[in-house]
């Protein structure tokens, strides 16, 4: 897979320039909005993740490809994508209007955790289908940001960052309301969410971060420091999944990624993802697909 993006490199791409401010020692923002492509002008968007994080609106049937999903948008939607998950967008040509904002994680230090939020977490929806009237409650906030950015306030990064959190609760309160039951904050939620967060830290698989250390339910409860069967008994009590059902899901999700976007071969890719033998991998993912995974690639 190709290596992550820096914010420099995606103005060099984008824009043949780099902004003076880009190591501002308040983080880095900017707005933009999207110009006409023509058809055939387009240049290919490879699949990477990128150091910062986007949220784009678009009217328009593009299709955007992230981690292992593909989303076929029909007419407009808003799209949030973040250093962890690596993204594409394809048919760029047949937008036919859009604004996006990027940032980095410094621009939020001591403003909050952005990846508390579903839409930046790698589990969590990352595009949202919209409606006209949704469309049109949307641009204001981004013409919002185009005032403030250009404007001489001296807070005018605070009221950036509010406009930020506005499309972030945007899109997720559109999704159902079930998602948002409260839950007692005891101590299996909090094993819980150390475990998902020790799965998560596992990934993506690069040439940074070549190959994972836990793989089992043993494994991540050493980590933890807690008996196995606690830790298992924690996950199915607020997931309603086994650890081992959660581990498989990530390794295959993973295993999908890197045999549709890097050049490993499938034994490299095994080895990575911590299968001692080729063969242990070859079944695994015939199990949980029904497909080999060198099938699967060239699919």
Known sequence: MEKIESLEEFYKRKFDWIPDNIKNEIGHFNVFEHEPIEVGKTKPLPYKRRDFFKIMLVVGNIDMSYA???????????????????????????????????????????????????????????????????????????????????????????????????????????????????QQINASQRISTMFLELVERQFPIDENHPSISLRSASDFANQLNVHVNHLNRAVKEITKKTTTQIIAERLLQEAKIMLKHSNWNVAEIAYALGFTEVTHFNNFFKKHTALSPSKFRNG
């Open 68 to 182: 292992d999903r593909v989303v076929a948008v029909k007419k407009q939607a808003i799209f949030f994508s973040n250093p962890q998950i690596p993204y594409k967008c394809e048919n760029l040509e047949r937008i036919e209007e859009g604004f996006f904002c990027i940032f980095n994680q410094h621009f939020f230090h001591r403003f909050g955790d952005l990846n508390q939020y579903s839409v930046f977490q790698p589990t969590g929806n990352h595009v949202f289908e919209l409606s006209d009237e949704q469309v049109e409650q949307i641009k204001p906030i981004y013409k919002k940001m185009f005032d403030e950015i250009n404007s001489d306030y001296v807070h005018k990064y605070d009221v950036l960052r509010n406009l930020v959190f506005e499309l972030i609760h945007f899109a997720i309160k559109m999704q159902p309301a079930a998602s948002f039951e409260k």
